[in-house]
Structures are given as C-alpha cells and as structure tokens.
C-alpha cells in the first residue's frame, strides 16, 4: 500500500484540527455557565475507533494528554455502541481528570462501523458535591465528597435524551438550568464533531483516512524520536513541595525522575518515589498524574511537535497504585486533581530539566487555585434569592521564565499555558450579585533573574448585597514559585478577607461574612539564569521577611549603589530583627 503524499497528510491533518476548532467555537458560544462561555474551562477532541488520541487543537494540557482513557471506559463498558448514541462521563477511576470535569463522548459511525469518537470536556459550575464548590480539598474519601459520578452512561439513544439521567442531574445539581445549559452545549459540540467528521469520510473514504490514521501517528513519533535525539544523555531527579495541608501538615513533597536516551529516542518519567494517597481530595487521578508530568515535559522541549497518541509513544510516565501522583486506590478523593498537587507535578518536573540541561526547561511556575479562581456560590436577592454557583477567574499567575523569554503576563496557570481566558468584570457583575473591586498588576512580585517571571496580580472582590462563599484552595504562600539555574524565587501567594471599613486580615477557611470581600495577592512566576545582583536580591528578601516592605526597598537601593551600601543594608536588617 503507497503512502500518502505530504500535502494530502498536512491537509486531513489540518482538516481534523479545524474540526476540533468548531467544537470549541460552539461550547465557548453556547455555554451557560461563566467557566465556559467567558473562561473557556473545556476542551474537545477526537480519537481513533481503538481509542488513541488523534486531534485536540487548542485543547488544555490538563484535558486533552490522555482523553483516549474516557473512550477507553466507552468502548470497555458498552459492546452496542450505535449510531446516536451519547454517553456522560466524569468517573476518575476510569480515565477521567476529575469528577467536575464532565465528559461527552458520542461515537461516530461510517460504512456501518464505528471510526472515530468525538469528545467534548468542560469544567462544571456545580457537580453535586457535598458544598457549593468543584474542589473538595478535605473531603476524606468520594463519599464525603458526594459528586455524582457517571461511568460512560448513556444519555443519549437515537439522538434523543434519557430522561432518567436528565432528572438525576437536575434534582441534585445545586443550579439545574445552568447545568442543562451547559451539558446542550458540551452535546452540541460533540454533535458539530460527528457532522463534520462524517463529511470527511465521504469526501475521502475509509481506506485513505485508515491509511492517514496511521501514517499521521508514525510522522508524529518521528519529529519527537529527533528532539530527543538531541537532547543530553542522562537521569535527573528533582524535587518539589507543596505547602502543608490539612492531613500534610509539613507539606506534600513531590518527587520526579527523568530519564532521557537520545539514541533509543526515549524519555521515561518515574513518579514512583511519592508518598502514599492521602485522606484529603488532592490526590491525583491516574490521567491527572500522566498528563501533568507529561505537560512539563513538553513545556520543557519543541513545542511544535504534535501532541497525540504518536507523539505519546516515546514518553512513559511510571506510577504506582495508592500514591498520591500515582493511581488512587478506591475510595481516596481526587476532587481536586486538576490544580496544586497536579500544577506542583508540571512546574517541579520542567523546574528538574532546566536545571540539569542548558536550553531546556522552565522556571517553577504558581501553583492551586487562590481566591482569584475561587467558585462562589450564595442568592441573588435581584432574582427573587435564587441560588447561583460559579467559578470566577479574575485574576491571573504570570508565566514561569524561559532560557530565551521572559514569563508570560496572562499565563494563568501550569496545567492550561494560557489557553483559558479570564472573566470580564461587566459580564460577572451583571450576571452574579458581586462587586469586583480591583484587579491589578502586583508590583516587584516576578522572580528576578536574565529572564525574569512575569508578575502576579491583586484582585479583591466580594458580595453586594447578601452573604457569599468562595472557596478556594491556595498553594505558595510557605513555597512559592521558585527559579532557575540561581534565578530568584516570586512572591508568596497571600489571601486576605477585607471588612467593608477595616484592614485586610488573613483570610481563614471560613466563607467571608456579610459585606466582607476577598482579596487575593497571587504569586508570580520565578526567574531564570540570575546575574549576581539577582542573587543578592533574594538573599536580601529572604532576610528581610516578616519586616516591613520599605526596609526591602531601602536595602535593594543600596545594593544597586555599592558594596558599602550592601553591607549597611544588611546591618540594618540585623539590628531590626535584633529589637
């Protein structure tokens, strides 16, 4: 069999992204909740009949490296799969990311056979949890969590809904139209998929997709086997943590392995040096632990290769059952799966390759979800007390240093690399019963170095009128994004509650009182490849903490002058710290 030219491959290539594209179109026009039609929390993608990742476009990193496993419980669970069908599925068993994330997948038959299915993915406002809110950070195992959990179940015969399913969501989902809304949507788009991937087929038949099916993986592994072809022999280990929490009171440490062979073209990530599943929802999903790992790595290389199941044949990520970067043992939680733990996997594991190899890599990046990104929830006293439940994405974390850039100002956060969007402050205020009161750039926040982290910001917001919750899980503020080959470390990441005439205090973990607001100061980005005044600079913020600001400012002026003025700013700092 001859194989397909170069121009035929580049185009069905393109074709297929395109598809993907006019999902994503449709789930960010037609969503109902704020975390899809302004943030643009989701991510479509299409996958091969024998479930191998084929095109995601600009799916999140987070959603789309291993969505072959959501078809994979698709196929395994249902031997009658037929034309019309849709099936819902959230379950992090069974290659989901985590139990907010909710899944549709419709198969897409051609010939009488089944070829190809589309995948749409987004985020929920609500999912049944125990509390008005996606993260469940404390909840001991799924049962104190309460999300329902759907394992590839049929919602769709014929084209037409199952009601008994409809209803179980509506009855249990805190807003049920917002939540129908957004599952039309998420149905649509996965619908345009189908459409336009039957179209495909009749206008190049099933022997030439079959041929560019394989061909397209095989060009894929090629252009990875030759970056890591040139990349340094070797095994690095490295080291991450994330702040104390709950069952982890001095932190969860992450540790990460990397082996790279340039001559067999492999690079293998070994995760299993991790402590054991904690009793907390932070644990990683088995696709979350993959995807993570894998999403620094290619934060670290060519970010040109194409990213699917080709791709994928020449990275192995190694986990182990019952650890907390690993595979989860039943029934430990994976509420929060997606963010801190997972985001502390990306950062630590391209933080490793910088590092150890000059070119390649990152600097740590911010980690967790603070009260910027914080799922509000509460009534609306404009809507006769309705109850209303969203995520917000206010604020924004700057992007880590490069070898050859500085941070990115909008990055957003490790597992999505600025794909998502954030909320417009009129649209928020007109749809929730909230005031937003700043948002602004946090001034000296980026970690210095040749290439700097781009800054952090500052976002304060709360209620207008009644009580509102907003919970958050916050990661930073005891380890902060660190740097690079000596680059400086970012500033900690800080919540506060704000009285309506008082000072900011720190924020506890209770919901903020009436006429209370949350603030956040998030962290920066650190930076990369210091010259010798960056170091100075962060040996000065280290001795300078817990005292006020200006002694900082005093002491970096001086350090900018001479070494007189470095040794009377330090003299300073002693005699302050001494009182």
Same mark, same amino acid.
């Given at each position: 069999?001859?194989?397909?030219?170069?121009?035929?491959?580049?185009?069905?290539?393109?074709?297929?992204?395109?598809?993907?594209?006019?999902?994503?179109?449709? /789930?960010?026009?037609?969503?109902?909740?704020?975390? /899809?039609?302004?943030?643009?929390?989701?991510?479509?993608?299409?996958?091969?009949?024998?479930?191998?990742?084929?095109?995601?476009?600009?799916?999140?990193?987070?959603?789309?490296?291993? @969505?072959?496993?959501?078809?994979?419980?698709?196929?395994? /669970?249902?031997?009658?799969?037929?034309?019309?069908?849709?099936?819902?599925?959230?379950?992090?068993?069974?290659?989901?990311?985590?139990? %907010?994330?909710?899944?549709?997948?419709?198969?897409?038959?051609?010939?009488?056979?089944?070829?190809?299915?589309?995948?749409?993915?987004?985020?929920?406002?609500?999912?049944?949890?125990?509390?008005?809110?996606?993260? @469940?950070?404390?909840?001991?195992?799924?049962?104190?969590?309460?999300?329902?959990?759907?394992?590839?179940?049929?919602?769709?015969?014929?084209?037409?809904?199952?009601?008994?399913? =409809?209803?179980?969501?509506?009855? $249990?989902?805190?807003?049920?139209?917002?939540?129908?809304?957004?599952?039309?949507?998420?149905?649509?788009?996965?619908?345009?998929?189908?459409?336009?991937?039957?179209?495909?087929?009749?206008?190049?038949?099933?022997?030439?997709?079959?041929?560019?099916?394989?061909?397209?993986?095989?060009?894929?592994?090629? #252009?990875?086997?030759?970056?890591?072809?040139?990349?340094?022999?070797?095994?690095?280990?490295?080291?991450?943590?994330?702040?104390?929490?709950?069952?982890?009171?001095?932190? =969860?440490?992450?540790?990460?392995?990397?082996?790279?062979?340039?001559? %067999?073209?492999?690079?293998?990530?070994? /995760?299993?040096?991790?402590?054991?599943?904690?009793?907390?929802?932070?644990?990683?999903?088995?696709?979350?632990? @993959?995807?993570?790992?894998?999403?620094?790595?290619?934060?670290?290389?060519?970010?040109?290769?194409?990213?699917?199941?080709?791709?994928? #044949? $020449?990275?192995?990520?190694?986990? &182990?059952?019952?650890?907390?970067?690993? =595979?989860?043992?039943?029934?430990?939680?994976?509420?929060?799966?997606?963010?801190?733990?997972?985001?502390?996997?990306?950062?630590?594991?391209?933080?490793?390759?910088?590092?150890?190899?000059?070119?390649?890599?990152?600097?740590?990046?911010?980690?967790?979800?603070?009260?910027?990104?914080?799922?509000?929830?509460?009534?609306?006293? &404009?809507?006769?007390?309705?109850?209303?439940?969203?995520?917000?994405?206010?604020?924004?974390?700057?992007?880590? %240093?490069?070898?050859?850039?500085?941070?990115?100002?909008?990055?957003?956060?490790?597992?999505?690399?600025?794909?998502?969007?954030?909320?417009?402050?009129?649209?928020?205020?007109?749809?929730?019963?909230?005031?937003?009161?700043?948002?602004?750039?946090?001034?000296?926040?980026?970690?210095?170095?040749?290439?700097?982290?781009?800054?952090?910001?500052?976002?304060?917001?709360?209620?207008?009128?009644?009580?509102?919750?907003?919970?958050?899980?916050?990661?930073?503020?005891?380890?902060?994004?660190?740097?690079?080959?000596?680059?400086?470390?970012?500033?900690?990441?800080?919540?506060?509650?704000?009285?309506?005439?008082? &000072?900011?205090?720190?924020?506890?973990?209770?919901?903020?009182?009436?006429?209370? $607001?949350?603030?956040?100061?998030?962290?920066?980005?650190?930076?990369?490849?210091?010259?010798? &005044?960056?170091?100075?600079?962060?040996?000065? $913020?280290?001795?300078?903490?817990?005292?006020?600001?200006?002694?900082?400012?005093?002491?970096?002026?001086?350090?900018?002058?001479? #070494?007189?003025?470095?040794?009377?700013?330090?003299?300073?700092?002693?005699?302050?710290?001494?009182?």
């Amino acid at each position: 069999m001859s194989s397909l030219d170069g121009v035929t491959l580049a185009v069905i290539g393109n074709r297929l992204d395109s598809i993907v594209r006019e999902m994503e179109n449709t /789930l960010l026009r037609t969503g109902r909740s704020a975390v /899809l039609n302004m943030a643009r929390d989701f991510s479509c993608a299409l996958i091969t009949a024998d479930n191998r990742l084929l095109a995601s476009a600009e799916g999140l990193p987070v959603h789309v490296i291993g @969505m072959e496993f959501v078809a994979e419980a698709m196929t395994d /669970l249902h031997d009658d799969l037929a034309e019309g069908d849709a099936f819902l599925h959230n379950h992090p068993y069974l290659g989901n990311t985590h139990p %907010a994330d909710h899944v549709i997948l419709v198969p897409v038959f051609a010939g009488g056979r089944h070829v190809f299915t589309a995948a749409a993915k987004a985020h929920q406002a609500d999912c049944g949890n125990a509390q008005p809110t996606t993260y @469940m950070p404390y909840a001991r195992d799924v049962y104190e969590e309460g999300s329902l959990i759907f394992s590839a179940v049929r919602v769709q015969r014929a084209n037409r809904d199952i009601d008994d399913v =409809i209803r179980m969501c509506r009855r $249990r989902i805190r807003v049920p139209d917002q939540w129908y809304g957004d599952y039309l949507a998420m149905l649509g788009a996965a619908r345009i998929g189908e459409a336009r991937l039957k179209e495909v087929c009749d206008k190049y038949g099933l022997d030439v997709l079959d041929r560019f099916v394989e061909e397209w993986f095989d060009y894929s592994e090629r #252009r990875i086997a030759h970056v890591i072809s040139q990349m340094p022999k070797g095994t690095i280990v490295g080291h991450g943590m994330h702040d104390p929490f709950g069952p982890a009171p001095d932190g =969860i440490p992450i540790n990460v392995k990397i082996s790279v062979d340039p001559e %067999a073209g492999m690079i293998e990530a070994d /995760l299993t040096d991790n402590i054991d599943c904690l009793p907390a929802g932070v644990n990683e999903s088995r696709t979350c632990a @993959m995807n993570n790992c894998m999403t620094g790595i290619f934060n670290s290389i060519d970010p040109d290769i194409p990213h699917n199941a080709g791709t994928f #044949r $020449r990275v192995k990520v190694k986990l &182990r059952e019952n650890c907390v970067v690993g =595979i989860p043992r039943f029934p430990h939680s994976c509420s929060v799966a997606t963010t801190n733990v997972g985001e502390r996997l990306v950062v630590t594991t391209q933080r490793t390759i910088a590092d150890a190899w000059e070119g390649y890599g990152l600097a740590e990046g911010a980690c967790g979800i603070g009260p910027g990104f914080a799922v509000v929830s509460g009534t609306d006293w &404009r809507k006769d007390h309705d109850p209303y439940v969203n995520q917000k994405f206010l604020g924004s974390q700057g992007g880590p %240093a490069g070898d050859e850039h500085d941070g990115w100002l909008t990055y957003g956060n490790a597992v999505t690399n600025g794909l998502m969007f954030r909320d417009s402050v009129e649209i928020d205020e007109q749809k929730y019963p909230i005031r937003i009161h700043e948002i602004r750039v946090r001034t000296d926040s980026e970690g210095a170095g040749r290439r700097r982290g781009a800054p952090g910001t500052r976002v304060t917001f709360g209620p207008k009128h009644d009580p509102m919750t907003g919970a958050y899980v916050t990661d930073g503020y005891h380890h902060p994004p660190r740097g690079t080959r000596g680059g400086g470390e970012a500033a900690s990441s800080i919540a506060f509650t704000v009285p309506g005439r008082g &000072r900011a205090r720190r924020a506890s973990r209770s919901p903020p009182e009436r006429g209370r $607001r949350l603030r956040t100061a998030r962290r920066a980005r650190a930076g990369a490849r210091a010259r010798r &005044r960056a170091r100075l600079l962060h040996q000065l $913020r280290a001795r300078t903490r817990g005292l006020p600001r200006r002694v900082y400012r005093r002491g970096s002026r001086r350090l900018a002058r001479d #070494r007189l003025g470095r040794d009377r700013a330090t003299a300073e700092i002693l005699e302050r710290k001494r009182g």
